[in-house]
């Protein structure tokens, strides 16, 4: 699924996983950026995000073509990375996209550490917008909508084959409260604590860019 | 928005300006009167194209989509097999070209009996292969081999068909799949192919129901022929002349909507029918895909009305009158460049290519990009109109001529291109050969024939199509064989 994969080699090993979020045809774009500056990998895949809209939304117009950018950082260049992203992508303009940083160990050194969370909800293909709509209650908005595959097992039989199941990944980053407060309501909506009805997980997030008004996504 | 914007007018303002162009130059001035119905069609186009790709994306391919999940998941094979014939007969038989086509044909060969027989031929061999075609994404057949026999087949009957029969039987490839069946069918064969994955790497499984689909119903064209004996052209009824400057703006403008309207609908029929028995019996879907999906429909309407509409008031009669005069001029060369350069604008403004662009790169996660896939397009397009306009200016140059050795080709090169160029190819044919070959390419070169001595409009403007389908397919297996190349020597590059 990977747009493209290029393993290179540096020094340091890579502590940051620097997410981002750009319109589509930006991706490659980007990835040069953050490779020029010194990340040792990036992959790039494509998304759809959501726009905080009710007329939009019910019109189900509301999704936008996006393309997803994971790169592995080093905390040294993390600054530098930003400034760029700003300055090329124009991250810190509204509606450019966004970009953060997830910490991949517990540094000693991090001390930025923000009040915001990511959080990656995999569900079965048709669920996304269900969940979306939880958010959407609770004034989670923005969301970015992965298509996936595969599952913890592989049970599902067509036509006397095994097949990999298709999933949908949901993807958000907002204040650290809610979220949290979320994956209950979710748990009950869903019934995620149930066997094979889908995984949320959250993640502490050490910056971020790109990232409008209390408890909105920019995107 | 923006981008939506930018996107409307990369794809329109490339053919109203060459068109523009052509007219201050002189070499063919339009009047008054066509020059105010292209600028108001032009206008329509940049209106309705993003109208109705908004609408296609929000119904069409959603209900495509949603059937392929019922089919699959009756876990049935014999149900998926009668489901994608009855879809493919449908969509077919409801596709305007196809009852265009099957006038002529009726005229040429049987002016005796109802064009429905052909309607009813066609749209069988459409369905019966679209059918076999869902069959081989599920069985993860490859694609060459399907394409090697449907082609093989091809070249095979084209020996025993008569000459003026070929350019007619052949025409239907690019008549079968129109801007409605496009976005269902392929959205219809994705759904399959990705709700019957066994890894991820299957993305190049998808592709391909709409060519198999149009050579099927050549297919079922061709040995109808050859079976009934009736290849002898019978005394030819003159196409339908095209003349409206007498008629004010105002009632051609609302005669040519009227016919649009019924088109549209005509089209959007069976799928809306079958999508509503296909739900409440199976689906069951959720009010807001319900909602969207009526807005959808209601969208896809109105924004190819529009763009129809535009087409045919203002493009059809110009492009004639550009080709009567360049033709009238004598020089060779001039209908010849024009040609080519409509051939390679027009491929821009042609709905269906933008759907498939957007479903070949979602498919390939952008490994495959839209544009370079527009581009080998537009230069196979514009290839085929060069080659169908010397055909027009070259008497001794025959329709099998170029159509054999094409052919061939694409038999040939289907043996050395990545799987995924296949499937892409044989239905980038069917969709490059759309509206805009149809009313703008075809008048063109029409206009051209009924001017040139020695060239028989009729005989010289069937045929026209079969090369705007088939050297589109010959250009992207081309391009298939260069990413091949390409990719094997970054291979080797990397182990050095």
């Known amino acids: 699924m990977n747009k493209e994969q290029k393993p290179m080699t540096t020094k340091k090993p890579a502590d940051i996983l620097l997410a981002s979020v750009v319109t589509r045809g930006k991706g490659s774009q980007l990835m040069n950026l953050l490779k020029h500056e010194g990340a040792s990998y990036a992959v790039c895949t494509f998304a759809e995000g959501t726009i905080p809209s009710h007329i939009l939304n019910m019109l189900g117009i509301a999704k936008t073509k996006k393309e997803l950018v994971f790169a592995f950082i080093d905390q040294s260049i993390e600054a530098q990375c930003y400034q760029i992203l700003a300055k090329e992508m124009k991250l810190d303009h509204p509606g450019h996209g966004v970009a953060f940083s997830i910490p991949l160990c517990s540094h000693p050194n991090h001390q930025d550490e923000t009040d915001l969370a990511a959080t990656f909800i995999i569900v079965d293909e048709g669920k996304g917008e269900d969940v979306l709509d939880v958010l959407d209650e609770l004034g989670l908005r923005g969301g970015t909508l992965i298509n996936a595959f595969g599952g913890a097992s592989m049970t599902d039989i067509l036509f006397d084959m095994p097949i990999q199941p298709e999933k949908e990944v949901i993807f958000m980053v907002a204040p650290k409260e809610p979220l949290i407060d979320m994956l209950g309501v979710l748990d009950d909506k869903l019934d995620l604590s149930q066997p094979h009805q889908g995984i949320a997980v959250t993640f502490a997030i050490s910056r971020a860019i790109g990232l409008y008004s209390e408890g909105k996504k920019g995107k | 928005m923006n981008e939506k914007l930018k996107e409307t007018l990369l794809s329109i303002l490339p053919i109203t300006i060459m068109v523009l162009l052509i007219h201050f130059s002189t070499f063919a001035s339009l009047d008054k009167v066509l020059l105010t119905r292209f600028i108001i069609g032009a206008v329509m186009m940049m209106i309705g194209l993003p109208i109705f790709l908004q609408g296609v994306d929000m119904s069409i391919e959603r209900m495509g989509e949603q059937m392929s999940g019922a089919l699959v998941k009756s876990n049935k094979m014999i149900i998926v097999l009668i489901g994608g014939f009855i879809l493919g007969f449908l969509v077919n038989a409801a596709e305007p070209d196809i009852h265009i086509f099957s006038r002529q044909f009726a005229a040429l060969t049987a002016p005796d009996r109802s064009h429905w027989i052909f309607v009813l031929i066609m749209s069988t061999g459409f369905g019966l292969a679209a059918s076999a075609g869902l069959l081989r994404i599920i069985r993860n057949i490859k694609m ?304 051209i024939a009924k001017n040139t001595v020695g060239a028989d409009p009729l005989i010289d403007g069937f045929g026209v199509i079969t090369f705007i389908a088939m050297i589109p397919i010959l250009s992207m297996l081309v391009l298939g064989f260069i990413y091949r190349v390409k990719a094997r020597k970054a291979e080797q590059e990397q182990t050095d």
Not at chain 2, 257 to 270: D, H, K, N, R
Not at chain 2, 312 to 328: I, K, W
């Open chain 2, 144 to 447: 060459r081999y399907f394409m090697a026999i449907f082609f093989g087949l091809l070249f095979i009957l084209t020996f025993f068909t008569g000459e003026e029969f070929i350019g007619v039987a052949f025409d239907t490839y690019g008549a079968t799949t129109g801007a409605i069946a496009t976005p269902f069918l392929l959205a219809l064969a994705i759904g399959v192919s990705s709700k019957t994955r066994r890894s991820t790497d299957e993305a190049a499984e998808s592709f391909g129901i709409l060519g198999i689909g149009s050579a099927g119903a050549v297919l079922a064209i061709l040995v109808q022929g050859i079976l009934l004996k009736d290849s002898n052209v019978a005394a030819v009824t003159d196409v339908a002349e095209i003349s409206s400057r007498t008629l004010s703006h105002g009632t051609f403008f609302l005669q040519t909507m009227l016919e649009t309207i019924q088109e549209v609908a005509l089209g959007l029929s069976p799928i809306l029918l079958s999508y509503v028995i296909v739900a409440i019996l199976w689906i069951k879907p959720k009010k807001r895909d319900i909602r969207r999906i009526s807005v959808g429909a209601i969208v896809t309407f109105l924004g190819l009305v529009i763009f129809l509409t535009g087409v045919y008031f203002g493009f059809l009669e110009a492009s004639h009158e550009v080709g009567t005069q360049l033709a009238l001029r004598g020089e060779m060369w001039l209908p010849l460049t024009v040609g080519a350069l409509f051939g390679l604008v027009s491929v821009f403004a042609e709905p269906s290519v933008a759907i498939l662009n957007t479903q070949i790169e979602e498919e390939t996660t952008g490994s495959i990009r839209g544009k370079t896939v527009l581009w080998t397009l537009a230069v196979g397009v514009a290839l085929a109109v060069t080659i169908s306009i010397l055909r027009i200016l070259i008497p001794e140059f025959r329709i099998f001529h170029a159509l054999l050795p094409v052919l061939g080709g694409i038999i040939i090169l289907c043996f050395f291109v990545p799987d995924i160029f296949i499937g892409i190819s044989v239905d980038a044919g069917g969709v490059a050969s759309g509206t805009m070959a149809a009313a703008f390419i075809l008048p063109y070169a029409q206009g």
